[in-house]
């Protein structure tokens, strides 16, 4: 996959996953620029993406949930690095919460952040995107298919995400502009990873439910991020591409069931 010559955007690019795909374009070759909230996170990543072999890298600090803020953003790559080769949205926000316990304005939250940034995104970039040939790939989650308890403000936020990329897949899909979701599943080292396995017999036994029979790498995320933004998928638009060692497939299973009764012993231990 040699992606030299070709810009790459990745927002929410400095930390787990939306990283490691920022840092496989960079290893790839490609001039590529990441925002985030933090510039701390965004300088720190700049740096690791040089060191990583990118041509050029560079970095914001915006919030998806600022329209203008995103826009101008956008701008200020395009002007810097040239039309985007490759879009990644990848910006999420997320808690464990029982719906009847949560505020409106903490559903409201995920919702800003998932949903209604992943519009900003899509609209500020749309000036700047390579026409034929760009690549949009917004990351999505098992909870835009599956339902989790504890989880419906994401469920709801990522299904829009899901019909977003499906819906822009045909109306830009007349300009030669491809639009994909990625869905990753169980990876290595996120925070997700973390809250769910807090010990050893804790990620084993998640590693015995995965049918590939091990989790993921932020890797392997990138690599199909790199498929699907490379000539050898030109004709592949519109899709959600689980990348998951086949977990999904079981639904969510115990794991929505796990977080509902996680929330609720914690609500009886605080009543």
Known sequence: MDFSGKTVIVIGGTSGINRGIAEAFAAAGAKLA?????????????????????????????????????????????????????????????????????????????????????????????????????????????????????????????????????????????????????VPGFIEGTEGAKRLSPSEDAHEEIRKDIPLGRWGQTQDVANACLFLSSDLASYISGNVLAVDGALYQRGSGRFGQMMGEMLRMKGKAQS
């Open 34 to 182: 990441v925002a985030s909230r933090s510039q701390d996170k965004v300088d720190d990543t700049v740096a690791a993406l040089k060191a990583a072999g990118a041509a050029e890298a560079i970095g914001a600090s915006f919030d998806v949930r600022d329209d203008q803020a995103v826009a101008d953003g956008l701008e200020h790559f395009h002007d810097a690095l040239g039309d985007f080769d490759v879009l990644v949205s990848g910006a999420a926000g997320n808690f464990p919460a029982l719906t009847a316990e949560m505020s409106v304005n903490a559903f409201k939250t995920v919702v800003d952040i998932d949903l209604i940034g992943t519009v900003h995104v899509m609209k500020g970039a749309y000036p700047f995107l390579k026409r034929p040939g760009a690549s949009i790939i917004n990351i999505s989650a098992p909870q835009a298919y599956l339902p989790y308890e504890g989880q419906a403000h994401v469920c709801a936020a990522k299904a829009g995400v899901d019909q977003i990329t499906r819906t822009l897949s045909m109306e830009w899909g007349i300009e030669g502009i491809r639009v994909n979701s990625v």
